[in-house]
Each structure stands twice: as C-alpha cells, then as structure tokens.
C-alpha cells in the first residue's frame, strides 16, 4: 500500500466517524417555554394579582350599610326640673344603620373602578414578565443548543485529525510538506481542541443560565432541534386583535380608560354628601325605674355651593385623560405594527443567511468530495487542500447552526409578538 492510499484510507475512516448520541433527556424550545410559568418572576407577577382581586374585593365590601353602636352613661338634666321632669340617672343604648347616597356612593364606585383597573394592571405586568421571561429563556436554550452542536461538530474535527496525524508526519518526513505546512497543521489541531473547549464552556455557561431564568435544576439535557417556520403567507398589513391581545402596554392603557370612562357615566353626584339612616334609642332609670325609646329615620345632606363649577372641571380632566390616552393607544398600536413588521424582516434576513449557510456547506462539501477523489493518484499536496477544505466544511456548518438558531429565535420573537400574525408552519431544518 503506497503513500497515497495510506492516506486515503486514513481520511475515509475518519469522515465516517459517527456521532455520539447522548443519553440525556430532550427538550423542545416549546417545552423550556412551558416552563416559564413556574418561574420566579411570573410565580411573583401571578401574587400580585392575587392580591390586586383581593383588594378589588375589599374595595367593594367597604361600601353598603354600616351598622353603628354605642351606649351612652349619665346624669340628665332637664331645662326646667319639676316633680313631673326630675333629673335622672340614666343608661341609653343606642343603634342604627346608615347608607350613603349620592357623593359617598359615587366615591365608593370610583375606588373600584381604581381598583379594578390595577388589576388590569397586574394582569398586563404579568403578560409582560411572562413575555420577558421566554426572550430570556429562549435565548438560553438556543445558546445551549448552539453549544452541544459546536461542540459534536468540533469533536468529530479533533478525531478526524488525529487520524490525520500519520499521514501529516509522513508528509514532513517525506519532505513533501514545508515549514509553513507543517505550522498549519499544527494551528488547525490546536484551533480544533480549542474549539471543543469553548463550545463546552458555553454549554455549561447556557445551562446555568436557563437554571436562573426558570427557578429550576434542569440537568444536562439534549435540545431538540430548532424548527424552522415558513413565512410565505404572512400578513401584517394592519394590528390585529391578537397582537393587541399579547401587547401590555396596549392592556394597560385599555384598563386605565376603561375606569375613566366608567367614572364619567357617574354624574355630578361625587360633591353632593348623603346619607340615609335608620336606628333606635333607649332610655332607662334604675332609679326611678322608667324607661323610654325612640325611632328615628332621615336623610342628611350636606352640598358644596361651587358643585356646578367643581363638577364641570371634574367633567374637563377626565376628558382630557381619556383623550390623552386614547392616542397613547393609537401610539401603542403603531408601535406593535413596527415591531411586527421590523421582527418579519428579521426573519426574513435569518431565513435568507441560512439560506446562504446550506449552500455555502454544499459547496465546501463538493469541494471537499472532489479532493478526496484525486488523493489517491494526485500528488501530495491534495493532502493539504484537503485539510484547508474541512477547515471550510467546518466553518460552513458552523455559521449554518448559527444561522439556524437565527432563524429560531426571530421566529420565536415574531410569536410573541402576534402568535397569528402569519400563517407559520414547522418543517424541521435544513
């Protein structure tokens, strides 16, 4: 077996080395989002609204009838004393319920209403950490998964290699490699372990961050691949109602105006104090041993002289409130529309750079198979061209990875930012 051949064979084992499967559990990028529900952000935004459907609670519990109590211990006085009204000593038990009209009722509304829309708030806060909190574990995953196929891909360059390493002392024993040759070799074997070693870093570096991002101890773990989503029917000419939906800013401003426009259905009752009132006094002499009660319904009313002038200003800032956030929400809507438009043409530039990847592998692989083909009787530097074609080969697959994970997380942002905004689909990739 001559030279030639001896390197043939060496190449052609080494290029059907096979991958080494892992054992671990897999996960999906749409699993590692599930779980963002249990993390610690979303766990704390999902209190708050607890807290906030409590305090609405409380708010309207305040209102209503009041019961009130009280007893009452002491001389009396008459204003002229006689044998028909004598002083006494006397114990006067007293209790009745009132109910506030008008002003005090429309106060208690308007604490609801407030109450209401910081619920809505809440319930916005946590649509926003939940969306938060998937950017941030999305993009750990797909770091994670980066990593892992770095890393496979590096470690089946470091065993081609060293199955290289006969054949390159050969060819500087032989003479037919020179200095720089040989110094080139040596650079590739050295940038294959180090790639190895940087793509293991990076995954455990990945893990731990997706650990923090979830509240979680999630073991080493295989990522499923990334799907790539097709975007040929997408149509964002306009905000639909499901990226309304999935925007907070929107649904907190929509709260906010809904309390404002409930509070000016209330009139100009908020000035105007009422109350009615029911109740029932008793007196009793132990002395003398006399007794007597009394029943007593009515209204009080109390009313400001300006309510007119109060009422209109009233009427003016709640006007200018709606209004002003009316057009926030016009802004709001625009906002969501450029962010849709601008997350498409993100996927659309990822799509295409994986596009260019794919084709720059096919390339750097047909140019690799031609090499491989004309070492048998080509002469002895198709050995270093060949090595400098995997060094491409290797370079290609690695910007198609990334170029996938690109794809991968624009089409995970455009999601979250209108999960219909197009009609996606998942193929898987390549």
């Not at 002229?80 to 429309?106: E, H, R």
């Amino acid at each position: 077996m001559n030279f030639n051949q001896v390197i043939v064979l060496i190449i052609a084992s080494s290029y059907m080395l096979p991958m080494v499967a892992d054992a671990n559990p897999s996960l999906s990028l749409q699993t590692i989002e599930r779980m963002v529900r249990r993390s610690l952000p979303v766990q704390a935004a999902l209190a708050n609204i607890k807290a906030a459907q409590e305090n609405v609670k409380e708010t309207k519990d305040q209102g209503g009838l009041t019961l009130h109590t009280g007893i009452n211990i002491g001389q009396h006085y008459p204003l002229v004393i006689s044998n028909i009204t004598p002083k006494y000593f006397g114990i006067d038990p007293q209790v009745s319920l009132s109910y506030p009209l008008l002003g005090a009722n429309v106060v208690q509304q308007e604490k609801t209403y407030e109450s209401i829309s910081a619920l809505s708030t809440s319930r916005a806060t946590l649509l926003q950490t939940r969306l938060q909190v998937i950017d941030l574990a999305d993009t750990a995953f797909l770091l994670y998964w980066q990593s892992k196929e770095r890393k496979l891909l590096a470690e089946n360059l470091v065993g081609q290699i060293k199955k290289w390493s006969l054949a390159a002392k050969e060819e500087r024993i032989s003479g037919s490699w020179s200095l720089a040759d040989g110094l080139y070799f040596d650079r590739v074997q050295s940038q294959a372990v180090d790639a190895v070693n940087q793509a293991q870093i990076q995954e455990e570096t990945a893990l731990s961050a997706l650990n923090s991002i979830l509240g979680q101890k999630l073991g080493p773990f295989e990522p499923k691949s990334p799907n790539i989503l097709q975007f040929n029917q997408c149509h964002i000419s306009k905000v639909n109602d499901a990226a309304m939906a999935s925007d907070p800013m929107i649904k907190t401003l929509l709260g906010q105006l809904n309390a404002i426009r409930a509070e000016q259905h209330l009139g100009p009752w908020r000035y105007i104090d009422a109350t009615a009132n029911v109740g029932a006094q008793s007196s009793y002499d132990p002395a003398g041993n006399r007794a007597g009660y009394t029943i007593a319904a009515g209204i009080q009313v109390n009313v400001p002289l300006d309510v007119i002038d109060a009422d209109n200003a009233h009427i003016s800032k709640l006007a200018a409130q709606a209004e002003s956030l009316q057009l926030q929400i016009l802004q709001a809507r625009a906002n969501v529309h450029q962010n849709l438009v601008a997350a498409m043409g993100d996927l659309r530039v990822a799509r295409d750079d994986l596009v260019v990847a794919q084709k720059q592998v096919a390339v750097n692989q047909a140019d690799w198979n031609s090499l491989h083909a004309m070492m048998q009787d080509g002469p002895n530097d198709v050995f270093r061209k060949s090595i400098v074609a995997r060094m491409d080969w290797f370079q290609a697959e690695t910007m198609r990875i990334n170029a996938i994970a690109a794809v991968a997380a624009a089409a995970a942002k455009l999601r979250r930012l209108d999960p219909s905004a197009c009609g996606l689909f998942a193929t898987s990739p390549g």
